[in-house]
């Protein structure tokens, strides 16, 4: 063990055990604290060291926490468990570890990152805790000086390292196995790609309301939502913005119905609905409010388990990125600043001067709005009836062009209204004016036009290539036209 580990072990009674034995050491009833750890490490922590909330009984613990608590409530707790953790592991108190030497503090530091990598904790993890004791010094003004504490890998995530994004296909199962609710939680994440918190905070205190989605309409007395536009914008503002600045994403028809559907089932339970509700609101017995994130988590997460993934909340609006990555390299006029606006990142500064605003010139909007919606196809996981009609469109306008129709001819039609027997009729009618139009409704063998006939396949082909006969075209039933050479 490094000389200052023995020495800290002198010092405090405790040294940097291995993780099994600190579990045990914890865990004893027979746990001896020396006389140095009595006070606030005792009564945060008591016999088996259990909580670290137990620290704020410490004044100046309690002052930090509420300081870091103004930026970020989340950032606020993992810095209190993190250092709850460290005081556990090496035997300290927060008061303790301010009054020690920086040069200790430094040495400390980087013996409990050596062992803690040789433990085989994840590098993300180590980073948080070395951030948070430094948050713990910085606030009693304690600087470590120049020297950095390496850590290998403060990115690592190893339960991320084999995600992927799901699949269309995949992300039905998905909605087929979730309740009412949690079909519009995913349907928010996954289609309007907004984060968890986004939907119900860390303390369940705000979230998503009806005046977020400024298209929605509500009747409370027949029990009946609808939007009247679709997609529909949806508004993060800027209290629930993670990067803290407001701006809107849009959600797509099938995003739209599952959000619906939840606000109806909340009517015929008797809720009345107004701009300040809830989009997602919590079950609690004890109060109809919003969510926590805590809640939104869990919800996706049971029907994932259910659907048979073991994916995280978060794949939801991974996701999103994934889908609208793949419109933007196959869909004209969806720009990536389009993509990363949606998302809800600041981007560059072109991004400050642009799009980074509460609000948008309504051309802006319109033209993020018509762009989006022709990705649809690649987001959401139901078949779309406009894309079949659309579907059906391009077919029968391409059997017409091939029949000889110009466009403009087709620009009059209404090809989605069109029967088969009047589009069969439309086909003849222009077949029956062309040079060999009117084989298709005479036998094979014949001769519809001076030195021209019609036959199978095989027999044109030995009909062309014995040197009498040159190919004209294919016709419609398979038979091909030729023509003897004069």
């Not at 990115?155 to 087929?176: I, N, V």
């Not at 919800?299 to 996701?319: S, T």
């Amino acid at each position: 063990m490094h000389a200052f580990g023995r020495s800290l072990r002198k010092a405090w009674g405790r040294g940097f055990e291995s993780h099994r034995a600190r579990q045990t050491s914890l865990a004893g009833p027979k746990r001896q604290w020396s006389t140095s750890l009595n006070g606030v490490l005792g009564k945060a922590f008591g016999p088996k060291g259990l909580s670290h909330r137990g620290l704020l009984a410490d004044p100046q613990v309690r002052r930090w926490y509420e300081n870091t608590k103004r930026g970020s409530r989340v950032t606020a707790d993992v810095h209190l468990r993190r250092l709850g953790w460290l005081c556990r592991r090496c035997g300290l108190s927060p008061t303790d570890l301010r009054a020690m030497n920086p040069s200790d503090i430094y040495n400390l530091l980087v013996d409990l990152v050596t062992e803690m990598e040789a433990e085989g904790h994840a590098g993300g993890y180590i980073q948080s805790v070395v951030k948070a004791v430094k948050s713990w010094l910085s606030f009693n003004n304690l600087d470590l000086g120049k020297r950095k504490i390496k850590v290998t890998d403060p990115m690592d995530t190893p339960t991320l390292k084999d995600e992927k994004a799901p699949e269309p296909e995949q992300l039905r199962k998905a909605f087929e196995h979730a309740d009412t609710r949690t079909k519009a939680v995913m349907a928010l994440s996954a289609f309007a790609g907004v984060r968890p918190e986004v939907l119900g905070d860390y303390m369940g205190d705000d979230g998503l309301r009806v005046r977020d989605l400024p298209e929605i309409q509500i009747d409370n007395e027949n029990r009946r939502v609808w939007f009247s536009q679709v997609p529909t914008k949806v508004i993060v503002r800027k209290e629930l913005s993670k990067a803290g600045h407001q701006y809107f994403s849009l959600l797509c028809e099938e995003g739209c119905r599952y959000v619906s559907d939840e606000l109806e089932r909340r009517l015929r339970l008797g809720q009345k609905l107004t701009s300040d509700s809830p989009i997602i609101a919590s079950i609690s017995a004890r109060r109809l409010g919003h969510i926590t994130t805590k809640a939104v988590s869990a919800d996706i997460r049971y029907a994932f388990r259910k659907a048979g993934f073991n994916w995280r909340p978060y794949i939801l609006r991974v996701y999103f990125d994934t889908r609208m990555l793949l419109a933007e390299a196959n869909t004209p006029g969806f720009l990536r600043d389009y993509r990363v606006f949606l998302m809800g990142h600041k981007g560059d500064i072109e991004h400050v001067y642009t799009l980074n605003k509460c609000s948008l010139p309504s051309s802006l909007e319109e033209s993020i709005r018509s762009s989006f919606e022709r990705t649809l196809r690649f987001l959401e996981t139901m078949p779309r009836l406009d894309d079949e009609v659309n579907q059906l469109k391009e077919l029968r306008e391409l059997i017409l062009l091939a029949a000889g129709y110009t466009d403009e001819e087709i620009a009059e039609m209404t090809l989605e209204d069109l029967t088969t027997e009047e589009l069969k009729e439309k086909l003849q009618a222009r077949l029956a004016d062309s040079p060999y139009g009117r084989t298709c409704m005479v036998p094979s063998g014949s001769c519809v036009d001076e030195g021209q006939k019609i036959v199978d396949c095989g027999e044109a082909e030995k009909l062309v290539n014995s040197g009498r006969y040159v190919f004209v075209g294919s016709l419609p039933n398979g038979n091909v036209a030729i023509k003897r050479i004069s």
